[in-house]
């Protein structure tokens, strides 16, 4: 994702699988509103995404480094990466890709 360096956190990998497991697709109205604030906070911070491929950049890093993270075993890579496409999946119905964000 565009905006500069920034640490890479699979840890936010294992997180949406266990909200999209406490939120379904069809709750609709969270999806939204996670839409929307996913939004603004890029927007703050001025960071760009195209959607799904932006989050598949270096992925053989983040898998690699989320198996070796031993905390994440409840929610396995497979799983977790689903999860991440079907979010993604539910933000780019909303419009919510591509998201740039020009330097004032």
Do not use: N
Request: net charge negative; hydrophobic share 45%; aromatic share 10%.
């Amino acid at each position: 994702m565009l905006g500069g360096e920034r640490e890479f956190r699979v840890k936010d990998l294992h997180d949406i699988a266990r909200i999209l497991r406490a939120r379904p697709e069809s709750d609709l109205e969270f999806w939204a509103k996670a839409g929307r604030e996913f939004r603004l906070a890029c927007e703050s911070r001025l960071v760009g995404c195209e959607g799904l491929e932006s989050f598949m950049e270096s992925w053989a890093l983040a898998h690699e480094r989320y198996d070796a993270d031993g905390s994440l075993t409840a929610v396995p890579f497979a799983q977790a990466e689903q999860a991440l496409k079907t979010v993604i999946g539910l933000l780019t119905q909303q419009g919510i890709f591509p998201l740039q964000f020009p330097m004032a």
